[in-house]
């Protein structure tokens, strides 16, 4: 947690609305940032109390289909395995939308392990797939990418207007953490900016997409960054196999790097132009400034994939309604705790980042004030 101890400090400020009950102290065989980092990817998660999901796809652009994993609060038709309409009882709880980062999807273990805790918490919790994530590569012809805030705030229009949910939340892992953070700011930026749009939480967000591209890129990062190029470039020509008519291979199977596959298939299918241009468009971080409802961000010091320079930027810094949490260790996106709590009532806290994103949005929920008569 920042404290510089400088009075007036706007985010000494922030920071002092969100006291962390448990700081963060790593697993002590995970100090290094690789083993932290991996640890995070395969640790299993304790999900017995998380119901089983109903599916539900939000059309975030005409033709555009996104498929998210939903847990609803109890009721009725929720038990059945519908989805629950839209009454005074469905809007009594708050909502986190949770987005995944790179080549992950609604499945990933962070996704699941922060959806057990918010559930449990009381949240109605839904897991999204990003464009051409979790399956879905058939659904429409887009590919995904790191500026595609647009459709998480139709995912929250949606849920505001149709489900008439009175509270919703988002929360996004690295690449995820940069959507949700610019969907934020530029809803900070609209004159008439949804009423239920109530938080946001960003665990290692790359909010500089150049930097992240070029840390990935380092001899230290080889194994991460053959993982995704591989993985990047497999979805790809699937989804040439499925739109020929939209897509070519356009010299794929010689793209070896995170930044080349941008250069010639993000870029330029996506509008960018070029690898340089969609890093720059992209990025939350000019759009920091205008967040302007709660928000937590969390980054690890010793971060391989998301330089610490690039998250600790002075326009988040002197944003007050951001509440800034760099701990020392944790890796990328994984904060494995010395600590256990296997079956507490407030979920594992091995996990701390996903308990620490429940226990913000719960801090800084109204809706949950009314159900425990606080009054703030």
């Known amino acids: 947690m920042h404290g510089c101890g400088v009075d007036g400090c706007a985010l000494c400020a922030a920071s002092a609305t969100f006291p962390l009950v448990i700081p963060f102290e790593p697993h002590p065989w995970l100090k290094n940032p690789h083993l932290m980092t991996l640890a995070g990817r395969y640790w299993p998660r304790s999900l017995e109390?998380?119901?089983?999901?109903?599916?539900?796809?939000?059309?975030?652009?005409?033709?555009?289909?996104?498929?998210?994993?939903?847990?609803?609060?109890?009721?009725?038709?929720?038990?059945?395995?519908?989805?629950?309409?839209?009454?005074?009882?469905?809007?009594?709880?708050?909502?986190?939308?949770?987005?995944?980062?790179?080549?992950?999807?609604?499945?990933?273990?962070?996704?699941?392990?922060?959806?057990?805790?918010?559930?449990?918490?009381?949240?109605?919790?839904?897991?999204?797939?990003?464009?051409?994530?979790?399956?879905?590569?058939?659904?429409?012809?887009?590919?995904?990418?790191?500026?595609?805030?647009?459709?998480?705030?139709?995912?929250l229009r949606e849920l505001a207007e149709r489900d008439g949910l009175r509270e919703i939340f988002l929360a996004g892992f690295s690449m995820g953490g940069n959507l949700v953070l610019k969907a934020a700011g530029e809803i900070g930026r609209d004159p008439e900016p949804p009423a239920a749009f109530a938080g946001v939480a960003a665990v290692c967000p790359a909010l500089d997409l150049a930097a992240c591209a070029d840390a990935i890129h380092e001899s230290r990062n080889a194994l991460y960054e053959r993982y995704f190029v591989r993985n990047l470039v497999r979805r790809y020509r699937y989804k040439v196999e499925l739109f020929p008519q939209h897509f070519a291979l356009n010299g794929v199977e010689r793209v070896r790097s995170i930044r080349e596959f941008d250069n010639v298939i993000t870029a330029p299918y996506c509008g960018y132009g070029t690898a340089a241009n969609y890093y720059d468009r992209a990025s939350a971080m000019h759009v920091l400034d205008s967040i302007a409802v709660s928000a937590l961000v969390i980054t690890a010091q010793d971060d391989t994939m998301v330089p610490y320079r690039s998250v600790r930027r002075p326009e988040l810094l002197a944003n007050p309604h951001i509440t800034f949490i760099d701990p020392e260790h944790g890796g990328h996106c994984a904060f494995i705790s010395?600590?256990?709590?296997?079956?507490?009532?407030?979920?594992?806290?091995?996990?701390?980042?996903?308990?620490?994103?429940?226990?913000?949005?719960?801090?800084?929920s109204k809706l949950m004030d009314e159900r425990r008569g606080v009054r703030k």
């Open 49 to 155: 109390r998380l119901p089983a999901p109903v599916e539900r796809y939000f059309e975030v652009a005409p033709g555009i289909p996104l498929l998210a994993h939903c847990h609803w609060q109890a009721g009725d038709s929720v038990a059945s395995g519908q989805q629950p309409v839209a009454s005074e009882e469905h809007a009594q709880s708050p909502a986190l939308v949770i987005v995944h980062g790179l080549e992950g999807s609604s499945e990933s273990r962070y996704v699941l392990g922060t959806a057990e805790k918010a559930w449990v918490a009381g949240f109605h919790v839904l897991r999204m797939n990003q464009r051409n994530c979790g399956g879905t590569e058939a659904l429409s012809p887009t590919l995904y990418n790191s500026g595609l805030s647009e459709d998480y705030r139709a995912v």
């Open 338 to 364: 010395r600590r256990g709590g296997r079956g507490r009532a407030d979920g594992d806290e091995r996990f701390w980042a996903e308990c620490r994103i429940v226990e913000f949005f719960t801090q800084h």
